[in-house]
């Protein structure tokens, strides 16, 4: 037993050594049921998010962002290959639609401008404009048209929440999301990614803010990445904001907020202790609803919504968080940076 278990000590290193996956092209970052994602594309996608960071990231940050990064490609692939298969590529039409609508703010030199700071091409953005219509189409037909709100819920809702209908002040209906310039143990988003100090803070909070301006989801990011412990798991919704709640904040978040129309979404506002002004959080902030003071039954129709757009919301990220793990597991996943960072990890013992 005892010369067993010597050899079976000896033998254990060199077949642990061969379990790495050797990559079918020296470019090549990860497959997705066989389809490359290579270094180039993973490139463009690094430089685009650290467009315009105070401090570009080094060392392990970089690597760090990388695999978030490539994390992210993955798993629009894995939606890509299923729009595929279920015919729901989004079309020509669509994306001119979508980028008509980003261009209309700016003029045809400031938009050109906005893309070569963030390092891009209009087929870079218009190839980024295509994969996340796409992946919609996906979500909507696998996880929102499951989502069914009765009215039996709504009515459920409102004799529970009854209070909440009662404003005696104008108050806004609020999503955001922030990120924090000290460690939190507390962060829970899906990532479990986290800013370590300012740098990184500010580095973190300007990369989400360009994955905003190029048409994700304020939700979906809020839920991957905001270190809000409170409301990153509801996509960064902070529910309804009092007005009287809002003149005790900082002066240039209440301004930013006051200068918002439903739908909008902020700038990068930090957040800084009148003491010492040093900077604590970065946040991004979204304002979804405003309304007037007063009392607010049942039959109002902007009730109504409200309740069906909460618990739609609710629903929604609920399943998609579930259909993402799903996705993922049906699909055959090779992720050579991952490997690579591990390989390493291991020589520097």
């Known amino acids: 037993m005892r010369a067993a278990a010597l050899l079976l000590a000896a033998t254990l290193p060199s077949l642990f050594a061969g379990c790495g996956k050797s990559k079918p092209e020296p470019d090549v970052m990860a497959t997705v049921n066989g389809r490359k ?13 650290i467009a315009g960071a105070p401090q570009t990231p080094t060392g392990e940050q970089a690597t760090s962002l990388r695999l978030s990064i490539l994390e992210d490609l993955i798993q629009q692939e894995i939606m890509l290959q299923r729009a595929e298969k279920l015919g729901l590529m989004a079309t020509d039409e669509e ?16 938009f050109e401008k906005r893309l070569n700071e963030k390092k891009l091409t209009a087929d870079d953005l218009k190839r980024e404009i295509r994969r996340n219509l796409t992946v919609d189409k996906v979500l909507n037909k696998e996880v929102n048209s499951k989502v069914n709100i009765t009215d039996a819920d ?66 979906n990011v809020a839920m991957n990445y905001s270190e809000d412990p409170d409301t990153a798991s509801n996509g960064g919704d902070m529910g309804f904001v009092p007005e009287s709640a809002l003149k005790s904040t900082d002066t240039v978040i209440r301004e930013a907020i006051g200068r918002l129309q439903p739908g909008q979404t902020s700038g990068v506002l930090p957040l800084t202790l009148p003491s010492t002004h040093e900077t604590v959080e970065y946040m991004i902030v979204k304002l979804l609803v405003k ?10 129709p902007r009730v109504q919504q409200r309740i069906h757009e909460e618990l739609r919301q609710t629903r929604e990220q609920l399943l998609r968080a579930a259909f993402s793990e799903v996705a993922r597991n049906g699909a055959k996943v090779e992720n050579y940076l991952a490997d ?3 390989t390493q990890a291991g020589s520097k013992k």
Request: aromatic share 8%; hydrophobic share 30%.
């Open 340 to 342: 690579e960072v591990m």
């Open 95 to 110: 994306v001119d639609s979508k980028l008509n609508e980003l261009k209309a703010p700016y003029t045809q030199e400031q």
């Open 291 to 300: 309304e007037p003071a007063g009392q607010r039954d049942l039959n109002d």
């Open 37 to 49: 994602i290579m270094r180039a594309e993973l490139e463009k996608y690094y430089d685009n998010q």
């Open 154 to 219: 709504i009515t459920e809702y409102y004799n529970s929440h009854k209070t909440e209908f009662n404003y005696v002040e104008p108050e806004y209906h609020l999503a955001r999301i922030m990120v924090t310039t000290r460690p939190n143990p507390q962060v829970h988003n899906l990532k479990n990614d986290k800013a370590q100090n300012d740098a990184q803070a500010r580095q973190k909070i300007q990369q989400l803010l360009n994955r905003l301006e190029s048409g994700e989801d304020f939700a």
